[in-house]
């Protein structure tokens, strides 16, 4: 592979060309403009990250995790500033699932390789969970005012303390979303003409034999 | 786009600033709303670093007394900055904070791990008795409040800053000329890519696209609208990029900004103030 004897922080930080930058807003656009098709498709999923992990997978994690806050600085102003802290989650599944495409968990060229796309879906998952669990206990207390307020509510309720019941709530709503997401972006960076691939992006995704 | 704003600098006789208002104020996501109030006339970094202590500090306080003082008086000094701002804000603060609030009174004063006290008990038919608790009511007002300080304070800072104004005050403060592009074209982006979004699903739909199939072949479609979305954007992207580079986007060195951003020794004041005070907070919270 044409990237092997880069080292390490070229491969991070060599990935801000002018074409990363232009792609970083088009990212966001599709995170945030993600959901309106969520809506029309009437798909019950939140489906608020393809955007990032389509950074993520063209043009490196570095990039990603600039995507990715800027998605919710963004969501912030035109949404509810209430969003801000999450920028965190998404900066974190932006590295992870950018460390993976660099590692070439994106590449599949036979039907089993399908299981390194479950093994990405699964980290970004946990990373999702883990980072927006702390953020939940102690600036919301468990409850955002959106759909899952049940489930954890159900939690609570059965006698769990709030800290359990967030963490419940993530286990029962995330991985579906992430997996979801993870499947879904794989399959929009592979429609990408390869000219419109920064080099992260076709070394990530690599050319079907 | 950028128009010719990288041109040159200082001493012209057009009102910049009224001609940066009118061009494009409209299609932009942004919700700014004109005036001529002190709020407006702040840098807009004085604005945020003040939003940003103000944030902190709330998340601070022990009870919820604090936070609610702290909203109601951001809520006056927004309020002073024009009927557009307030309506603007107050609209965000009903939309998000109205089902926040009903959620954390129910789900907290039900179910809320430390209650013990009853605070209001009521008759229900099913379940014979839903008992409100203290603890969790004031624990829920706690966080309500925090979190309407953060909406208020953002809002405020946002809604009475023109985004070029923004974006020029934080590079005049060192932050890169790519991140500030990224917000601008994000913010500019967005209700292009819904028009475009929305004319797709047409598109799909005349050709058949249901949207009331299974769960699989919905997320199917999912693909099928976001594949052109993107690839759409993207050869937008490459010409973008072309006229970026050709302005000199990646040039290092220093830069001059049509736009005149004001950094008075009251915006001065005004952060250092609000750095004192976030610290006082803190020294306050840990000796206690």
Known sequence: MAGESQTMTDRLGGGFTTLAWVLIPVAVGINVVGGALTNALRIPLFLDVIGTLLLAILAGPLVAAVGGILTNVVLSVVRSPTMLPFALTQAAIALVAGYLAMRGWFIIREKRDYLKLAGVAIAVSATSVLVSWPILVWLFGGITGTAPDVVVAAFLASGFSTELAVLGSQLVMEPVDKIASVVIAYFIAKSVPERYRPSFGQRALARDR | ?288
Not at chain 2, 103 to 113: A, H, M, T
Not at chain 2, 148 to 158: D, H, N, S
Not at chain 2, 199 to 215: F, K, M, P, V
């Open chain 2, 1 to 288: 786009m950028s128009d010719g704003a990288t041109a040159g600098a200082g001493t012209t006789d057009v009102d910049v600033e009224a001609l940066i208002e009118n061009a494009d104020g409209t299609d932009s996501l942004f919700e700014y709303r004109p005036g001529s109030s002190v709020l407006h006339r702040l840098n807009p970094v004085t604005k945020l670093v003040a939003s940003g202590a103000l944030i902190l500090i709330a998340f601070l306080l022990p009870t919820f007394w604090g936070p609610l003082a702290l909203t109601v008086g951001l809520f006056v000094l927004v309020a002073t900055a024009g009927a557009g701002v307030a309506r603007s804000v107050g609209t965000v603060l009903v939309a998000v904070g109205g089902p926040l609030a009903l959620s954390l009174v129910l789900v907290q004063g039900l179910f809320y791990p430390q209650n013990e006290t009853v605070l209001v008990s009521l008759a229900v038919p099913v379940i014979d008795r839903l008992a409100f608790y203290e603890e969790g009511i004031e624990f829920a007002l706690l966080i309500l409040f925090r979190l309407t300080v953060l909406m208020i304070a953002l809002l405020g800072a946002i809604v009475t800053t023109h985004p070029k104004k923004l974006t020029v005050a934080l590079m005049e403060k060192g932050v890169s000329n790519k991140i500030a592009y990224v917000f601008m074209a994000a913010l500019q982006f967005i209700p292009q890519m819904q028009t475009r979004a929305k004319s797709i699903l047409d598109a799909q739909q005349a050709r058949g696209l249901d949207t009331s199939a299974n769960l699989t072949s919905r997320v199917k479609s999912y693909v099928a609208l976001m594949a052109p979305l993107l690839i759409g954007t993207l050869i937008a992207t490459e010409t973008r990029a072309l006229a970026l580079e050709s302005r000199g986007f990646t040039r290092k060195g220093e830069r001059t900004y049509l736009l005149d951003v004001a950094d008075t020794g009251l915006d001065r004041a005004i952060r250092w103030l609000a750095g004192l005070a976030l610290i006082a907070v803190i020294v306050w919270r840990l000796v206690l």
